[in-house]
Every structure is written in C-alpha cells, then in structure tokens.
C-alpha cells in the first residue's frame, strides 16, 4: 500500500477515533451548563479578567535560540544520510557548525535567558 | 502487507497498548508507595468508563474547536508514530524514506497539541501548564533529534528500515550508550509524566486537563496512554533493534520481538515516570540548555567518529 | 449516567469514587488517611470528581468559596459533609461526625444515590454586559464595555525590568489540594511570575493539642512531594505516617534515602524560600531534610523572633516555586507566617496602585 495513503488512513482513523469518542455521549445533554458550573476553578477563589494574556517577553529569546538549533537540525538531516562516504572531515565541518552555535547558548545562558522570571 | 490487517494491528496496539502502560502504572505506583496493588488488569477499563460516563464540563468562553481538536489530534500524533515504525522485516505501514524526519514532526506537532489544550479552556490553570509545556517541550525536542540524527549515521540514512538493518551486528543501545536514557526523557516529556509533566502537574490541580471532564478527557488520558505506545515503539526500533530477533527467528517473529522491546522501553518510561523529581522550569531549562544539549552533541561526536571508516 | 450501555454503567461503578475534598478545621489527616483507601481517588480538581467531601468546620468566610467549588462539580454531583456543618437552606444534607471513616458512607453515596444536587450559587453571569448605546455599544476603555462578562487583563508595570504587559490579579482560594487548609491568597500574576502577593485569609491553624511530632511531619514531606510529582513517594510517607499514628514502629532512614534517590533534594534549587525560622536560617531544602529526619524534637515555638511574612517570600517568584515555598511551612509555622493583610488602595478595577497606570486612566 502506498505510503502517503496509508499515513492519509492513520490519520482519519485518528482524528475519527478521537472526534466520535468526545461526542458519542453527546445526546446526554452535556454541553448545557450553569453559569456557576462554567466558572473557572481557582480553588474557590475568583478572578475578574478572562484568562488569555501576554505572558513576558523573555519566553521568546529562548525561542529564538530553539530556531537556530532547529535550522542546524534541518542541515544534519542531508548530513547524517552521506556521513560515511564523506568522512571524519564532514565531523569537523559539523562540529564548527555546532561550536558556533553553542556561543550562542553561552551567551543566552550568561543573558539569563533560561530564568523563567 | 495489506491494508485491513496493518490498520488493524496498529490499532490494536494502541488500544492494547495504552492499557499495558496503565497497567504499568499501577504496578509501579503500589511497588514505589508500599501497598497491594488493587484490581490490576479491569483497574483501567474501569477507570476510563467512568471517565466516559461523566458529563462533559464547559468553561465560560473556551475556544471550543480547538478544545475538542487538541486531543484528537494529540491521538492522531500517537496514530503516525505507530504506523511509521517498522513491525518486521518487511517494512513499516508508512515506509518513507526519511521517517526520522515525520517523528520530528510527530514531537513538535505534540507541543502544539499540549499548548491547545491548556489555551482553549480560558482558564488560568490550564493555561500556565501550557506555556510552561512550551517553554521545556521545545529543548529537550532539539536532544532527541540529535539522539536520532545520531542513530541515523551508522545507517547513512534517514528511514527506519534501514536503522533497524544498521543494528543487525550490535544494538545502539550498546553502540551509542547516551543515546536511550537522552530519549527516554523525550518520551517523558511526550506523554506528560514525572519529572517533565508541565502541562498536567499537581501544582495546577491537574494542568492543561484542569478543567475537562467526561469523553473529551477520556481521549485525552487515552491519547497520553498512547502516545507513550508510539514512543517506546519508536525507542525499541531505533535503539534496540525493533523487530530483529536472535539469529535462529524466522522473520514472522518480528512483530513479537518488536513488542516485547516495546513493554521492555514502556516499563522503564514508567518508572522513571514515578521515580524522578520535577524541577522549576527555570531549573530545568537550565539543565536542559547547558547540561543535556551539549551530552547530546557529544553523543553525537562520538557517533560519528565511531561510523566513520 | 450513560443511557446508551449498561455494561459501561456497571464497569463504571466499579472504579474508584473520585472526591474533591474541602478541607476546613483539623481535617487534613484524616483527609490525607482516607486517601490511602484504594477505593477513594482524592483529585485535584472538581471537574475530575464525583462528590464533595467538606472535611473539618469551614469557615463563614469561606463559605462562599465552598458553594463555588461546589457548583463546579458537574453533574451528577452529592456532598458529604465531614465533621462540618451543612448550610441552612439544605434538603436532608448526608452528614458524618469526623471520628467515623468515610469511605464506606462515600461508596453508598456514590453509587446508591443518583440524583443530582442544584447549585447553591444563583445562576448569574460574571458582569452583566454594559455599553452606552442602544445595542451596547460605547462604554470605556478600550472594548467599550466588559465583553463576554469579563474583561480582559490589563498592562500594569512588571517589577523585573518595568515592561508594561498584561497583569491580571487572582484570589486563589482554600481549598485545593496541596495547599494549607483555609488559605486564601491575593496574587498578582504577570503570566505566571508573582509581582504582588497578599492574603485574604489567614490558615485555619491548628488548634491546640495537635501534635508536631514524626507523623505531622511526614505529612507535611508528602505535601511536598506530591508537588514534585512524586505521588507515590507522597503515599508511601502518608503509610509510613499512618503506621505511626498506630503506634507502630517505623524506620525513617529507608524512606530518606528514597527520597535522596529520586533527586527531590537536587531538584529544589537551594536557598528557595529562605529565611529565618525559629531561630535558624532555612530554606526548603533544609526544612525537607528536617521532615524526614530522625530528630525527635519538635518546633519550638518559644522564639521571639518575628516570623517571615509569607506574602514577601514569594515576590518574584514563579508559580511552581511559590507553591514550594507555601507547602515548605507546616501549618503551626504557617499560622504566624500568613497574617490576613489589608488590600492596597485599588486605582481601577484590576490594575493596583502606580504612578504610571494612574496617569493613563486620566485620560
């Protein structure tokens, strides 16, 4: 069976198994509830605005460092594939690449990027 | 293979699966606290039917398309994850050639399925468990591909067919020593157990699941369950030889060899899972940005010296 | 229940009754032994759980917090109350005196009475919908109104570097499951990092006579380490507690050692919550290794020294932090450390008072 249309079948059998399975009991009459029974649980407590918010900006340098990781990541996957026939020098090659970007982890640590305050 | 009997084997596997990691659970929760294990093998069963004959709860203005997607689609990531590994000899249901490739997609696409969840509810319990999620669910994806760019050297290729073929003289788990343990903590991260449960923890009253009840809670534990089958298959084959037996097995054997490496990988997920402390987010981030990304790089080093002729 | 299958319904019934407990007065040790029972789940939020256990004598304050948490149950939702009293306006309230076990009186609830219990909170949105306009439109700032019941976070000064994003301000209440009985915490949370913190409420403390000995403290270990998810770990140290509680011999040192291996020590960043307590500088590191140590003399409450305020040691802190450093107190520490404080003065609905927001809604 070809490839694509075996991952297209996994993937409807899943989405399928998943949706039907939320809503099979639907006829219940689950989905009306009070306004108390809707209020968010804050162990009793209450809070007046609605939950969505913009959380620090400091969360997205770490992204960012998490893209440059990523984009070396897109590299070593052709890399990996002709390593052997290529050599230890295609270690070297990649092991600068690497080096690289770890200043920027050293640098981002020393920034205090990965405080989560 | 065809179509009907590869469906219904993952499938099976899934549904199979997800109640051996109950199982599991059960068995490492009363060893670890001291006590009988109660109702073992029904214990689950029983427990997800109460979950589905609850009623489903609402929140005051939640982002209902996606409330119901994300544990769909959180399943649907455990479904690939099944399919792409190879069950014998013969091939995988999804034999491409970049396979590694789809299971990086597989881990990012987790993150984004973890982060709906919790942002849906409009709540503020669910949500902090998703940002949290997001912030150490994004490093430890970048260790695990390392991991398995590292695996993949010895292979000279990306697909899982040929990793398993690379392993026929000596398992990775032997050849490459930091590879399993640094993957183990994906699956960790992956299914929201132990020390990475950000999403789901108990300081949050239950995280991202928070407030969620009845069938769509039900999925979601299911998927989690799942998800946890998907990965330690994916472990079993790029580590210990996925379906390759002894040498005298006939290659029918390989989908008894695949699982039984498959419970061998779940057991160890599971105890780490009750075993290890959480961290602080910062702590953690920390440790995962200068300790485990450069021991993945040297793993990674050290592959490549080891394949190189 | 289900109407579609039966056979769902009778495996249903068999799992465990899944209880959200409330926990007022004094309770929280008989909560914690009830919890071992294998046919009781305690869970962490109410939407998880199947009925409601008042544990110990709520206070009036905190009453309407208990019928929230209540209402919050979804349906088909029963009360137990334990050792408390049932509010007046209640028909044929199911109540137990604290000395009895509750497990047996939970099950029959569970599974022989299937009527739902109503909300005892009037069903009511948050805000009504306000605007100007004929179609509710105009209104001030800047969504003209407060949209769907609520509004939205508003930017406030954040106390690390002074960028004004979105500050919300949360009254966490007292009855969750980690967390000291009665304890009702104001906070100010930008994302999930503590600016300002406040308590409404103070702990329902000990009364006297409760004992600080081994047991109590295994107790308050296993709160902890339930926080850094080691649940199991937590009940073992709630088993070894209990076996105390009878009068049985137990060895600390095997436990100590678990706990060692499983990195809870090395996963608590040292000097988190330090300060000075009775008479000795601590942080939640050093109170842990107290907790489960072998030493057998209790705290001494004798000092004269001030205690820490709970509300200034948990500035700046983030969420999984504060939640350390609030369970790293045993209750008789925390009842002198979380004195109920008097709110600042308020310049508009959820931003506090600075110079800056201020200014701006003067325009």
Redesign the interface.
């Known amino acids: 069976m070809n490839s694509l249309v075996a991952l297209l079948l996994v993937t409807v059998i899943g989405l399928a198994a998943g949706l039907l399975l939320q809503f099979a009991f639907c006829l219940r009459g689950d989905m009306v509830v009070s306004n108390p029974q809707a209020t968010p649980f804050l162990g009793g407590g209450s809070m007046p605005t609605h939950a969505w918010q913009r959380f620090h900006a400091r969360y997205y340098p770490m992204a960012l460092l998490f893209i440059a990781f990523e984009m070396e990541m897109m590299f070593m996957y052709p890399w990996a594939v002709v390593f052997v026939q290529e050599g230890i020098k295609a270690l070297a090659e990649m092991g600068m690449f690497l080096a690289i970007l770890s200043v920027g982890i050293v640098y981002a640590w020393r920034e205090g990027v990965f405080r989560w305050q | 293979m065809n179509a009907a009997t590869a469906v219904g084997a993952t499938l099976l596997l899934m549904l199979g699966g997800a109640w051996l990691v109950a199982v599991f659970d059960r068995i490492a929760a009363a060893l670890v606290a001291r006590r009988p294990v109660g109702s073992l093998w029904l214990g689950p069963l029983q427990s997800g039917a109460s979950l589905l004959v609850s009623r489903t709860n609402q929140t005051e203005h939640p982002d209902a398309l996606n409330w119901a997607l994300a544990p769909a689609l959180y399943l649907v990531l455990a479904f690939v994850g099944v399919a792409l590994v190879p069950f014998s000899t013969s091939g995988a249901l999804v034999d491409i050639p970049a396979g590694i490739v789809l299971w990086g997609a597989v881990e990012s696409l987790t993150v984004v399925a973890v982060f709906l969840h919790g942002w849906s509810a409009n709540a503020l319990f669910p949500l902090l468990g998703a940002y949290r999620y997001v912030a150490v669910g994004l490093p430890i994806m970048l260790v695990s591909m390392f991991v398995l760019i590292a695996a993949a050297l010895p292979a000279q290729s990306l697909a899982l067919g040929a990793i398993v073929q690379s392993q026929a003289g000596l398992w990775n788990v032997v050849r490459q020593p930091l590879g399993l343990p640094l993957f183990l903590l994906l699956g960790l991260s992956l299914t929201l157990r132990g020390p990475f449960n950000y999403a789901d923890s108990a300081d949050l009253a239950g995280g991202t699941d928070a407030e969620r009840s009845g069938p769509p809670r039900a999925v979601w534990q299911w998927a989690r369950l799942s998800m946890a089958v998907s990965f330690s298959a994916m472990a079993a084959t790029v580590f210990l030889g996925g379906p390759l037996g002894p040498a005298w097995g006939t290659a029918e054997l390989g989908p008894l060899w695949l699982t039984l490496k498959t419970a061998v990988v779940l057991a160890l997920l599971v105890a780490a899972s009750h075993l290890l402390a959480r961290m602080p987010p910062s702590r953690m981030l920390t440790l995962l940005w200068t300790v485990l990304l450069p021991l993945s790089f040297v793993g990674l080093v050290a592959a490549g010296i080891e394949a190189a002729p | ?4 299958w039966p056979w ?2 009778r ?2 019934a ?3 009754v ?1 209880i959200f407990v ?1 926990v007022g007065r004094d309770a929280i040790e008989r909560v914690e032994d009830l919890s ?1 029972d ?1 046919r009781i789940a305690w ?6 759980a ?1 009925v409601l256990l008042v544990a110990g004598r709520v206070r009036s304050e ?1 009453a ?6 209540h ?6 939702r029963k009360t137990l109350w334990w050792g408390s009293t049932p509010f007046q306006e209640l028909v044929l309230p199911m109540v137990l005196p604290l000395a009895d076990e509750a497990s047996l009186p939970i099950l029959s609830l569970h599974t022989r009475v299937s009527n739902s219990e109503p ?8 805000n009504p919908w306000q605007g100007l306009g004929p179609n509710g439109q105009g209104g001030k700032d800047m969504m003209g109104g407060v949209p ?7 930017t406030d000064d ?1 106390s ?1 570097d002074g ?1 004004q ?2 500050q ?12 000291p009985a009665g304890l ?1 915490l104001e906070l100010a ?5 503590v600016q300002h913190a406040r308590v409404v409420h103070s702990p329902c403390g000990p009364t006297k006579g409760l004992r600080e000995g081994v047991s109590s403290r295994l107790r308050s270990a296993a709160r902890l ?9 937590a ?2 140290c709630l ?1 070894v507690a209990a076996a105390h509680d009878r009068c049985q011999p137990v060895e600390l040192a095997a436990l100590r050692a678990a706990v060692r ?4 020590f ?4 040292a000097g ?1 919550g330090a300060c000075r307590l009775d008479g000795a500088p601590s942080d939640i590191r050093s109170r842990l290794l107290a907790w489960l140590g072998n030493d057998a003399d209790p705290s001494k409450d004798a000092t004269t020294e001030p205690k820490p305020k709970l509300s200034g040691l948990l500035l ?6 504060a ?2 450093v609030i369970n790293s107190f045993t209750p008789q520490q925390l009842h002198g450390m979380a004195v109920p404080e008097k709110a600042p003065v308020k310049g508009d ?2 931003t506090t008072n600075s110079a800056r927001s201020a200014m701006e809604h003067a325009h």
């Open positions: 229940m289900a109407i579609a769902l319904d495996l249903a068999r799992a465990p899944a409330a071992l294998a869970v962490a939020s109410p939407r998880h199947d905190d309407p917090a208990l019928r929230a948490v209402d919050q149950i979804p349906a088909p909300d005892w909170l009037p069903d009511v949105p948050p769907y019941g609520r509004p939205m976070a508003m954040d690390r960028l994003l979105d919300t301000t949360v009254q966490i209440g007292p009855f969750l499951q980690t967390w009702v949370l930008q994302g999930d990092v380490l339930r926080l850094l998810e080691l649940g199991s770990l009940e073992r088993r291996r499983s990195g809870a090395a996963a608590l960043p988190l700046g802190l983030e969420w999984n932090e939640w350390l609905d959820n």
